[in-house]
């Protein structure tokens, strides 16, 4: 799946080709240390992906849904960087 750098889709939102979806996928090494609004963190290491973490939108809380393993969630992502998760954590 192609996916629009995330600087792209910005301009696209900036220039109001597109409403701001609730959240967008940002793909990072590690856990991150601090959450930007309006996006969730997909830790990918040496190729695979492990967790998706998020900020509870409710409590603020971190939660981390694991992507790798039996027991896992699914993700898929569009050419927007919109995630959809299954089953549905929200
Ligand atoms: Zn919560």
């Not at 979806?21 to 990072?28: A, E, N, R, S, T």
């Not at 963190?41 to 992507?67: A, T």
């Not at 027991?71 to 998760?85: A, E, G, Q």
Request: charged share 25%.
């Amino acid at each position: 799946m192609i996916r629009l750098p995330l600087s792209w889709v910005q301009v696209v939102i900036d220039i109001g080709l597109l409403r701001r979806p609730h959240f967008l996928v940002k793909d990072v090494p590690e856990p991150p240390d601090e959450f930007s609004e309006g996006f969730v963190f997909r830790e990918v290491r040496g190729g695979y992906q492990k967790w998706l973490h998020l900020k509870c939108p409710r409590c603020g809380e971190h939660i981390q849904i694991q992507l790798a393993g039996a027991r896992r969630w699914t993700i898929s992502i569009d050419w927007l960087n919109r995630p959809t998760v299954a089953p549905s954590i929200w």
